[in-house]
């Protein structure tokens, strides 16, 4: 199984919203990742758990809010978004092999979320 | 800091046809990892290729390959008998790989720089 599945596929909430996105992998991966992806553009680095720790935030808003429940789950919790937050978020795993040594990162198919 | 350069915007190719994708990159760092990823209309990130950066030899996948040259820090994607599946965005990307044995300081987590992307048309 090299699946990692993300729900819902889209989103559409108001800006005083309180909403969460999820995002699932069984393939024993350490590492997860959230990636976001405005239209025509690269995805962009968010936030990075290695062995359930957040290890990484790249400067990301605090009404972005992620969790890594366990090993197998990571959400992000968003509330009062912006409209400039309209995006496509991408969630991935991958395996830690050593201390800085990753393997190649598995895309779930994303979340296309829309604020209004 | 680690940049990567997708020069070509867009483009296309005639079914059955090869092309070629181009990307360059800086680092200062001697351990890494290249990858190719395309993202079809379908929106899901699909790994198509990766390349050691410790390794001399070209990388292959069926109809892909890769021309690394790591001198001149050139990784490009060679598509051969394009299938209209091929349509999609790829993307080029870098990690960087390994780092310091205490506390990992500096070293890395695993995440990828992308390019900018190379829209690719297969046409029939």
């Known amino acids: 199984d090299t699946e990692v599945t993300q729900t819902p596929k889209h989103l559409v909430m108001g800006m005083t919203n309180k909403k969460s996105l999820k995002c699932e992998q069984h393939?024993?991966?350490?590492?997860m990742y959230w990636y976001k992806q405005k239209a025509k553009k690269p995805p962009e680095l968010m936030f990075v758990?290695?062995?359930?720790?957040?290890?990484i935030n790249e400067s990301v808003p605090s009404r972005f809010s992620p969790e890594c429940p366990n090993s197998s789950l990571l959400n992000l919790h968003l509330h009062a978004l912006q409209p400039e937050d309209s995006a496509l978020y991408l969630c991935?795993?991958?395996?830690?092999?050593?201390?800085?040594?990753?393997?190649?990162?598995?895309f779930g198919q994303g979340t296309r979320l829309t604020v209004v | 800091a680690q940049t990567v350069t997708q020069s070509q915007p867009e483009m296309s190719v005639q079914e059955a046809e090869t092309v070629t994708l181009s990307c360059t990159y800086d680092?200062?760092?001697?351990?890494?990892?290249l990858f190719w990823y395309k993202q079809p209309p379908s929106r899901q990130m699909i790994l198509v290729i990766r390349?050691?950066?410790?390794?001399?030899q070209n990388a292959t996948e069926n109809r892909f390959s890769v021309n690394f040259q790591k001198a001149a820090k050139s990784f490009s994607l060679k598509i051969s008998d394009s299938q209209l599946g091929d349509t999609a965005m790829y993307f080029c990307?870098?990690?960087?790989?390994?780092?310091?044995?205490?506390?990992?300081?500096?070293?890395?987590?695993?995440?990828?720089?992308f390019g900018k992307g190379t829209k690719l048309s297969v046409k029939p």
């Open positions: 991935a795993s991958s395996q830690i092999v050593g201390v800085g040594f990753y393997t190649e990162a598995f």
């Open positions: 393939m024993g991966h350490r590492a």
């Open positions: 758990y290695s062995y359930e720790k957040l290890s």
């Open positions: 680092t200062s760092e001697s351990n890494y990892y």
């Open positions: 390349q050691e950066a410790y390794k001399q």
């Open positions: 990307a870098f990690m960087k790989h390994g780092g310091s044995r205490i506390d990992n300081y500096g070293g890395s987590q695993g995440n990828l720089i």
